[in-house]
């Protein structure tokens, strides 16, 4: 759904008038209240006039970004002059319903609106793969998913889909999309990467283009986050928040470019990896967040820290002033503190009073800050669009995200097995064949994702049964029950939620031991074999591979399974291109392309029905 954007004829005329001679217009304008408050004027001018009435308490606060669940008293917001809140992952309001999000949001806004000069407060979320966080809203496939449907389009569509959904919770801030280039599929987000190469990555950055919009003031615009600012993908081992031991052309080659892509989209902000370079802790990198980052691609948003990204400076809980001055002196605009923000306020004035952070940093970044909220429109309008409340889950949404599981599924496998006739007596089994949470995986409703009936969708088994008709669909999660009487068996196996560094896998990569019992029984039976292989990443199958009639990789796709089926019944001709090198062990990895390693399957590699 596109609403008529915000701007009225008349504003679209007042602003050119004022970008032609932004003091005549000025003149011009109606001269009421304060000029930052005129949104005729051009953002420079409201930026300087408002930076002159800010206390060095204002512009600290600015810089502050606290968890929504330490906000014990919302006086607190306007007290401590807080810049932004956040929720983080599964920090949701009671009843988790899209209203009682707009309400909070809401509630929080007219706290923030309370303080001395009226700063809106900016609000962020992980809205990764959909507005994830939100019972009833669309989940589409994640990045690794939308990564070989190679369509960047689409991405772009996706963007706009998951920022009107968004926005109709009012928030305005999306911390995605996660530009990172996995290098190893140990690390447990490799699914959040688009895939393991720079070019896959930076051509997605499309999805920025569909969250930002034209322009972030357009109504259903939300500011995007490429993250994490750098290297977190190319760790030594796939260790999560590790080190990345990479010369600086490597560094330059492999994961800057998808950066330097955001940057050249308008990108309004960028988040800094908890990992290492060389041994040096990314928040504290001078040389990469300001003389690269900021001068090098001229990345003009702000930039904010990871998650208590201040405290795992030291390695040690808490964080000190040593390393706030580290984090801010090498160009930090922003801190998700995001519990202890009045020490954090605290600390920041002592150093900038002692003169270890100079004032002139404190203003770049409020300066930085403050241009994204007059660009947002945040000061004209703070409070939720409820005109986008209504598109949360609907069925447009839903449509799109499952043209985007059908675009995602790579078929790896095929002896003929597919595609599934409608009239074939088909027995399903598998712990991933009827589970929502385990096909939308990590990112929802909670922080690590969990099995169950998590949040409305269809299951890669309903689809099955949309298509076939439930009579002649048996489904037994374990394989109990096969028998010769069966045309096919489908099974849906791989992994269960998981998020950051508890999808690590330092030791093997290989299916459960629920699924290969599940397997064991369907292979006995001598019914053809074909696996659905629901996962974040490739995994090793190469032992269980000769055993199987096809095999199609589903990624985690989400609340829309019934893509899933459209491809394994023919009613979409698969054409999905692995975004990784499938390995043929874990002991291969890390695996890449032109590496010069034989894997089981080459990056890129994807069957089709027929051409
Ligand atoms: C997490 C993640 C980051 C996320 C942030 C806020 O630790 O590293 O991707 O945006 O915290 O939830």
Not at 196 to 211: F, K, Q, R, V, Y
Not at 240 to 261: C, M, V
Not at 351 to 363: K, N
Not at 510 to 522: E, F, I, K, M, Q
Request: charged fraction near 20%.
């Amino acid at each position: 759904m596109r609403l008529r954007p915000r701007r009225s004829a008349l504003t679209v005329f007042a602003a050119a008038l004022t970008l032609v001679s932004g003091v005549a217009a000025a003149s011009a304008a109606p001269a009421r209240g304060p000029a930052y408050l005129n949104p005729h004027l051009p953002v420079r001018l409201r930026v300087d006039d408002l930076m002159s009435r800010m206390s060095l308490d204002d512009k600290l606060g600015q810089m502050t970004q606290a968890e929504r669940s330490a906000i014990t008293d919302p006086a607190d917001i306007a007290t401590y002059r807080l810049g932004s809140l956040l929720s983080g992952g599964g920090s949701t309001p009671t009843p988790n319903t899209p209203t009682a999000w707009a309400d909070m949001y809401d509630g929080f806004q007219q706290a923030a609106l309370q303080s001395p000069l009226h700063i809106p407060v900016i609000y962020g979320i992980d809205a990764v793969h959909g507005h994830n966080n939100v019972v009833g809203a669309t989940i589409f496939p994640h990045n690794i998913g939308l990564g070989a449907t190679r369509d960047p389009a689409l991405a772009q569509r996706i963007g706009r889909a998951v920022a009107e959904e968004v926005s109709g919770t009012g928030i305005d801030w999306d911390f995605a999309p996660c530009l990172c280039v996995a290098r190893n599929d140990r690390w447990g987000r490799t699914y959040e990467s688009f895939g393991e190469t720079p070019e896959i990555a930076s051509s997605m950055t499309t999805l920025i283009t569909g969250l930002q919009g034209d322009s972030l003031s357009d109504s259903g615009s939300v500011l995007a986050t490429a993250k994490h600012y750098v290297g977190d993908g190319g760790t030594t081992g796939g260790v999560n928040e590790g080190n990345t031991e990479l010369t600086e052309d490597q560094l330059r080659a492999i994961h800057l470019p998808p950066f330097r892509a955001a940057v050249d989209r308008g990108v309004g902000s960028v988040m800094i990896s908890f990992s290492s370079w060389n041994g040096v802790k990314m928040h504290t990198n001078h040389y990469l967040i300001t003389d690269v980052l900021k001068k090098e691609l001229g990345f003009s948003g702000f930039v904010v820290t990871d998650w208590q990204g201040i405290d795992r400076i030291d390695g040690q809980p808490g964080f000190t002033t040593d390393e706030v001055d580290a984090a801010i002196n090498a160009g930090i605009d922003m801190v998700m503190v995001p519990y202890d923000f009045k020490k954090f306020i605290d600390t920041l004035r002592s150093e900038v009073q002692a003169g270890r952070i100079p004032l002139s940093r404190i203003d770049d970044a409020n300066r930085r800050i403050l241009t994204k909220k007059f660009e947002l429109g945040l000061f004209e309008h703070p409070l939720t669009d409820r005109r986008y409340t209504g598109t949360i889950g609907d069925a447009q949404h839903r449509a799109l995200a499952r043209q985007a599981v059908r675009e995602s599924q790579v078929l790896l496998k095929n002896d003929g097995a597919l595609p599934l006739s409608r009239h074939d007596k088909i027995f399903v089994a598998g712990k991933n064949a009827d589970d929502i949470g385990n096909q939308t995986g990590g990112w929802t409703i909670t922080w690590q994702g969990s099995s169950g009936p998590i949040t409305p969708g269809t299951t890669i088994l309903q689809g099955i049964q949309q298509k076939a008709g439930t009579d002649n669909v048996t489904y037994s999660k374990d394989g109990t029950g096969i028998n010769g009487d069966y045309d096919t068996a489908v099974a849906v196996v791989g992994e269960t939620p998981y998020a950051e560094g508890q999808g690590d896998r330092p030791n093997g990569m290989g299916l459960d031991a629920d699924d290969l019992a599940t397997l064991s029984r369907l292979k006995a039976s001598g019914v053809p074999v074909v696996v659905v292989l629901v996962s974040g990443r490739p995994l090793d199958i190469t032992q269980q591979l000769p055993d199987w009639n096809a095999l199609l990789e589903s990624w985690l796709p989400g609340t829309e399974g019934a893509g899933v089926a459209d491809v394994l019944f023919g009613d979409y001709n698969p054409t999905g291109k692995l975004p990784d090198t499938w390995p043929r062990s874990a002991s291969q990895e890390p695996i890449n392309v032109g590496d010069g390693q034989q894997g089981l399957f080459p990056f890129g590699f994807g069957l089709r029905y027929h051409r």
